[in-house]
């Protein structure tokens, strides 16, 4: 049996979880500023991270996000 994904946000309110592993990802993103990847802190669709990045550079003009790709889970190997 799977477990409800329950997402919370800032105000400490319940989100009802919008979760299809067909169609939404976590998605990796790079501002302009930083050399490193960061991770979205929800899934997202192809349009939903579009939105997301224009939302953000619109918010953060100074550092926006200038580059993103779908976040894939790799198996490590030793």
Known sequence: MEAD??????ENQNIPPVVNKNKVWQWLYKTKNSPLWDITPMYLSKRGIIEYVENYNAQIQMNPIVDYGRAKITKSTK
């Not at 994904?5 to 800032?10: C, D, G």
């Open 5 to 10: 994904l329950v997402i919370v946000n800032s």
